[in-house]
């Protein structure tokens, strides 16, 4: 990326605008930033989830809308979650949701 990011009213859902891609069964995503760390957009379908996976490097999520489930909580609309390097989980979201998500390094599927 050589030029800044810039979404105006990101918060006030101006992201609504990007344009998403099928990333797995359930869930889409938009690509903001490649390379590491990455930062996109995860759009879950309702009754999507991602199955248990391994953390290789820090993840940063901020729930936009909806909600979604670990094995640790259920993460509302302004939830930031951090799953540090080394961390183990799998997520669900029922009603679905949006999230930003920064990933250092890929995750592993357990």
Same mark, same amino acid.
């Given at each position: 990326?050589?030029?800044?990011?810039?979404?105006?009213?990101?918060?006030?859902?101006?992201?609504?605008?990007?344009?998403?891609?099928?990333?797995?069964?359930?869930?889409?995503?938009?690509?903001?930033?490649?390379?590491?760390?990455?930062?996109?957009?995860?759009?879950?379908?309702? +009754?999507?989830?991602? /199955?248990?996976? @391994?953390? &290789?490097?820090? !993840?940063?999520?901020?729930?936009?809308?909806? *909600? %979604?489930?670990?094995?640790? +909580?259920?993460?509302? /609309?302004?939830? @930031?979650? &951090?799953?540090? !390097?080394?961390?183990?989980?799998?997520?669900? *979201? %029922?009603?679905?949701?949006?999230?930003?998500?920064?990933?250092?390094?890929?995750?592993?599927?357990?």
């Amino acid at each position: 990326m050589t030029e800044p990011l810039h979404i105006a009213n990101f918060l006030s859902g101006d992201w609504r605008h990007c344009a998403f891609e099928y990333f797995r069964e359930g869930v889409e995503i938009c690509r903001l930033v490649r390379g590491e760390p990455e930062l996109a957009l995860l759009r879950y379908a309702p +009754g999507a989830s991602v /199955p248990k996976h @391994l953390h &290789a490097g820090l !993840e940063t999520i901020l729930v936009l809308e909806g *909600s %979604q489930t670990d094995e640790h +909580g259920h993460y509302g /609309p302004g939830s @930031l979650v &951090a799953n540090a !390097e080394g961390t183990v989980h799998s997520v669900a *979201s %029922q009603e679905g949701c949006v999230v930003l998500i920064q990933w250092t390094k890929p995750v592993q599927i357990l």
